[in-house]
């Protein structure tokens, strides 16, 4: 295990525009506000979005295409640095109009409307290496 400390910095709440997609969007607020390091909530709707589920044999992502409206019944995600720009990871849980859910790692979020709650964390500049035995881009903590 290995872990970073912050303070928590500025707190923002964001109206993401309407057609906006959350993993462009997320990342482009927090280098407008000079954020680097964050942690996330958002809820709200999806006109359509793409969650992937990691194949841990395969070592790729096999994606899930939603076309219709969801309600954002959870989403969480961090901010930190791959190949020195943000990078966002973010999962979410979406729901549709029976209330039945579909959940993983969010690729796309194309905005109906959403509110995201962004915490500035202050401290250690955490930068995504890949990683051999996942196959992932994971933080690498000193
Ligand atoms: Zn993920």
Redesign the pocket.
């Known amino acids: 295990m290995a872990t970073a400390e912050f303070e928590v910095g500025k707190f923002l709440l964001i109206r993401a525009e309407h057609d906006s997609d959350l993993i462009q969007l997320i990342p482009k607020l927090a280098k407008k506000k000079g954020i680097v390091m964050a942690a996330f909530t958002v809820i709200g709707a999806l006109k359509r979005a793409k969650l992937e589920f ?1 194949d841990q044999e395969k070592h790729e992502y096999q994606e899930i295409t939603i076309k219709q409206p969801h309600e954002i019944a959870s989403c969480v995600g961090n901010v930190s640095i791959k190949n020195g720009n943000p990078f966002v ?1 973010a ?1 979410a849980v979406l729901a549709d109009e029976n209330g039945d859910t579909k959940a993983g ?1 969010l690729a796309e979020g194309i905005v109906f409307a959403a509110e995201i709650h962004l915490h500035e964390l202050k401290g250690t500049k955490l930068e995504r290496k890949h990683d051999s035995v996942t196959d992932l881009s994971l933080w690498e903590i000193k």
């Open positions: 990691y990871h999962h790692h």
